[in-house]
């Protein structure tokens, strides 16, 4: 901030003067050039003011403020003291800010709640999602039990086919219900001339050992 | 660099002309703008050696600073995967996943071997808070004597087996006793390996022992198939030991093993065994073995011996029963040989089956007279009626005829003397001497069977080639594999290879008819309706108590196949008769004859109806 005001002392303040003057910018400006005298952006760039410098001697075309560019008065700095002692108690003002703070607080209140809304949907949502994921954990593990249990019961079931189905366990049973092997068998053969020849002798199969299971009304188990 | 201190209130102008502080050392006229502020601030020697000292100070925090992010990038980028490992394990709970081992069954599907999920019952005695009333819970569920129980679960361990091999729903009681009974009982999985069929193919099936390797036949043979590989269950687990649903799951799931199809048919095998088990009850036998080959494939279709026994209870047999007799023991197969004596001397040009002999009731070998089993005043024998006869004079002057080197060439072109390579444990290659080293006792021996041992496998395999047209297929048993994913491999199947011409096995097919039945040596080796072609064996069993074969008995041995015009079957038979002098014919035929009539009316084998041929056996 001591900044601006130190370069200024160290030049000459009547410059100072000029440029923070409103009037005096606008007559070195219309003086300067004739096409830009409606703006007031222009003046600050380096080239208008160096224009100002250089047009400065033409003569009608301006009136008479350019002597007074050049000239080094020592009041300048009297000038400029209030006006730059105006501007920032008038930015700091301490009356303005219980009111903006206000105005923002309104403004900030809808945001608050939606923020506070989206933590206790994901609070809340998350809590579902953990219990649905537990509650189908257990209700997986209940099915893998009840499929571990019906594995067993299958395996239990084909462990009687298959030891029902052993060549041993069939001949046995068909004993049981009063089947004989058969014996040996006749063949009965066509030759290509039409006769048929009988092979072997087929013999009737012996009678069973007589035992209680061979009864046809009471089948063995 | 601004200054530290707040900055210098704003003074006018004129203020400055005379100075209220004037703090500066040298004032240098009033006229003259302020000094830079930082540069006065600078100007106290404490205030220089301050600064000395934060340089130092900033320096020790600096490295302070490096060591901490030097430890935590070690921490976190060179160890962090083993700390973030650690941590995971630290969650990770194992579970082992016992592969199921797969099944065996015959060439029809039926199952010979399988494997049930059961559980070993183990307990943690420190945990058991009352030893005798868990003892007498579980002794009626498991089936094991009370005091036997507390005593495991008083013994000063972490770590007691009560009972092996309980099925689950067994389990599932012991599961409900109540929690102070059931306190420290653990279960882990032990599958259960089941039998059904028993004894029938039992030797070849084989068994597994107690830690589930498979020890005896195919069981140990097809171990890598049938074994698969244990899984591992790995899951994140909370405290209180619960899996964590959605947290890491490394499971290794278990890849059950492939199952091994047999080329067996449980029906025949339970047949055969049958037969043999009645035969060795007849009080002479003391072991008997056949075996049943399919002749075109050389597949085994059946494959027993007597005694047998069950897989399902190998525990309490006895050791010296727990093998395959029929791949593992050699015997002396007597005239059964002869036919491959015949074979050579056919396929040589020696004789062919019509050519006349005149035979002798002896011959001399050395220092040693070979007769016939008869001595007989020389006959005019035809070649075929010296192997219906089973003249031993006649094959040893064709044997002679053909020569020690080439007949050895044939007897190992025919597999004697070598492994067969089938997929068994424990086979036998027989005893084949070279011929360079016969004595010439011996080489009147070898062409009638003595002198040369074999194995029932082997011989049937001989006969298999002359079945098959000269062309002989190593037998196998195994038919294919199927892995767990249901691929079927078919196993390999060695080349054929050629032995003797279709001729010379034609010629041996017709001579070894006229064995058959009438005239031959083995009426009772007919099956009704089929014409079927075989050789009777009488070999002397060498006595085991003096080395030699007095009063050693015989072993007697049938082989043949069937029908003599399109064979399907070949079957070998031989059985041990240490006390016995009865032949091959009366005691091995019968049994032959009756595993044929199965095989072949079960294997729906039809007769051509092509009458038998009329031989002739001498020249009167």
């Known amino acids: ?12 303040t009547a410059r100072t003067a000029t440029t923070r003057t409103a009037t005096a910018r606008t007559a070195t400006t219309r003086t300067a050039t004739t096409r830009t005298g409606s703006t007031r952006a222009t003046p600050r760039t380096a080239t208008a003011r160096t224009a100002t410098a250089r047009t400065a001697p033409r003569p009608g075309t301006g009136p008479v403020h350019v002597p007074r560019t050049g000239s080094t008065r020592r009041t300048g700095p009297v000038a400029t003291g209030p006006q730059l002692r105006l501007v920032p108690p008038a930015r700091t ?4 800010t219980p009111a903006r703070a206000g105005a923002t607080a309104r403004r900030r209140a809808p945001f608050v709640v939606l923020l506070v809304a989206m933590l206790v949907a994901t609070t809340v949502g998350l809590l579902l999602l953990n219990t649905a994921i537990a509650v189908d954990s257990l209700e997986a593990n209940q099915q893998r039990a009840a499929i571990a249990e019906q594995a067993e019961e299958v395996a239990r079931l084909e462990q009687q086919v298959v030891a029902a189905d052993t060549a041993a366990q069939l001949a046995r049973v068909a004993a049981e219900a009063g089947l004989v092997p058969a014996g040996a068998a006749g063949h009965l053969v066509l030759q290509p001339d ?6 072997g002798t087929a013999e009737p199969a012996p009678e069973p050992v007589p035992a209680p299971s061979a009864d046809p009304t009471t089948p063995g188990d | 660099m601004p200054p530290a201190g707040p900055p210098p209130p704003f003074r006018p102008g004129g203020a400055r002309r005379t100075p209220a502080r004037a703090t500066g050392p040298a004032g240098r006229g009033d006229q003259r703008p302020r000094r830079d502020p ?10 220089a050696y301050r600064e000395q000292r934060n340089r130092w100070g900033l320096l020790f925090l600096c490295a302070l600073l490096v060591v901490v992010v030097g430890r935590l990038v070690v921490l976190q ?14 969650r990770m709970a194992e579970y082992p996943i016992e592969a199921v081992r797969g099944q065996i069954t015959d060439r029809n599907g039926q199952v010979l071997a399988y494997s049930v999920g059961a559980e070993r019952v183990v307990a943690d005695p420190a945990v058991v808070a009352d030893p005798t009333r868990t003892a007498l819970a579980l002794t009626t569920l498991l089936d094991v004597p009370a005091a036997e129980l507390t005593e495991k679960l008083s013994r000063d361990s972490r770590y007691v087996v009560l009972a092996r091999h309980v099925s689950t729903d067994v389990t599932e009681q012991v599961r409900e006793l109540p929690l102070d009974t059931r306190t420290g009982l653990v279960f882990e999985d032990d599958p259960v390996r089941l039998y059904p069929a028993g004894a029938v193919g039992g030797q070849v099936v084989g068994f597994v022992g107690s830690d589930g390797d498979g020890l005896a036949g195919i069981e140990q043979t097809q171990e890598d198939v049938l074994a698969g590989v244990d899984g591992e269950k790995r899951v994140e687990v909370d405290n209180s030991g619960n899996e964590i649903p959605s947290g890491i799951d490394a499971t290794t799931p278990a890849v059950d093993g492939g199952s091994v199809q047999l080329t067996l048919d449980e029906d025949l095998q339970y047949v055969v065994q049958q037969r043999l088990d009645t035969a060795c009850s007849d009080g002479a036998t003391t072991s008997a073995s056949a075996v049943a080959l399919d002749v075109h494939t050389g597949e085994v279709a059946a494959m027993a011996s007597c005694p047998g026994y069950d897989p399902g209870r190998y525990n309490d047999t006895d050791p010296d029963l727990l093998g395959n007799p029929v791949v593992s023991d050699v015997y002396e197969p007597g005239s059964v040989m002869k036919a491959v004596t015949l074979a050579a001397a056919i396929e040589e040009g020696a004789a062919t089956k019509d050519t006349v002999l005149t035979v002798d009731g002896h011959i001399q070998a050395g220092d040693a007279v070979v007769t016939d089993a008869h001595d007989h005043e020389p006959i005019d024998f035809t070649v075929t009626g010296i192997l219906a006869q089973s003249s031993n004079v006649g094959s040893i002057m064709l044997a002679r005829e053909v020569g020690d080197a080439t007949l050895e060439r044939y007897l190992r072109a025919f597999g004697l003397g070598s492994r067969t390579g089938i997929e068994l444990p424990g086979e036998s290659a027989g005893i084949l001497e070279d011929s360079a080293d016969w004595t010439e006792s011996r080489a009147a021996n070898v062409p009638i069977g003595q002198g040369i041992s074999v194995t029932t496998l082997q011989m049937a395999s001989v006969y298999q080639t002359l079945a098959n047209g000269g062309v002989r297929v190593p037998p196998r048993v195994v038919s294919s594999v199927t892995a767990a994913d249901g691929t079927v491999t078919d196993a390999p199947r060695p080349e054929g290879t050629r032995v003797v011409s279709e001729d010379t096995a034609d010629q041996l097919t017709y001579m070894l008819e006229a064995v058959v039945g009438k005239g031959g040596t083995a009426p009772l080796g007919e099956v009704d309706g089929f014409r079927v072609v075989g050789k009777t064996g009488t070999a002397q069993r060498a006595n085991p108590d003096c080395s030699c074969y007095t009063g050693g008995g015989y072993f007697t041995t049938f082989v043949g196949y069937a029908p003599a015009d399109d064979p399907q079957y070949v079957v070998a038979v031989d059985l041990e008769r240490p006390t016995s ?5 009366q005691v091995a035929a019968p049994v032959f ?16 109806g092509t009458p038998r041929p009329d031989f002739t056996l001498r020249v009167d």
């Open chain 2, 581 to 585: 002098s009865a032949e091959g014919g």
């Open chain 1, 1 to 12: 901030m001591s900044q601006p005001a130190r370069a200024t002392s160290a030049r000459t």
């Open chain 2, 38 to 47: 930082g540069g006065r601030r600078r100007q106290p020697l404490g205030l």
């Open chain 2, 77 to 90: 980028g060179v160890d962090g995967a083993a700390y973030a490992q650690a941590a995971t394990d630290d």
């Open chain 1, 93 to 96: 003002t301490p009356t303005r």
């Open chain 1, 194 to 199: 039409g006769s048929s020849v009988l092979l």
């Open chain 2, 593 to 608: 004859a009756d595993v044929m009539r199965y095989a072949l009316t079960a294997g729906g084998v039809v007769p051509s």
